[in-house]
Nanobody, 124 residues
């Protein structure tokens, strides 16, 4: 069992930055690929970024490419999402998720564990 807890959300002006963290429990963090997803009101949960279990591969949604960076520290069992040049359309609840195995997925249904989410609000 893996428990995930996001932090770092908040209110920021357009053009600003935030860094989200997702701390995990358990001793097997390095066995899981990790992903970040987001969900805005009235919309489906969507893929944001993902990273392989060893950190060697990453993937980003086109809407965040060049602005967001996913990283992980396996020694701290934590995954991060650095978000720069934020836009009002980035406003959503952001979730981290864990998927058993080396490789990530962009599909929410293929993740095994989820955090409770953290709100990110970008004002114009």
């Amino acid at each position: 069992q893996v428990q995930l807890g996001e932090s770092g959300g908040g209110l920021v002006q357009a053009g600003g930055s935030l860094r989200l963290s997702c701390a995990t429990s358990g001793r097997t963090f390095s066995s899981y690929a990790m992903g970040w997803f987001r969900q805005a009101p009235g919309r489906e949960r969507e893929f944001v970024a993902a990273i392989s279990s060893n950190g060697g591969r990453t993937n980003y949604a086109d809407s965040v490419k060049g602005r967001f960076t996913i990283s992980r520290d396996n020694a701290k069992s934590t995954v991060y999402l650095q978000m720069n040049s934020l836009k009002p359309e980035d406003t959503a609840v952001y979730y981290c998720a864990a998927r058993r195995g080396w490789y990530y997925s962009i599909l929410p249904r293929e993740y095994d564990y989820w955090g409770q989410g953290t709100q990110v609000t970008v004002s114009s």
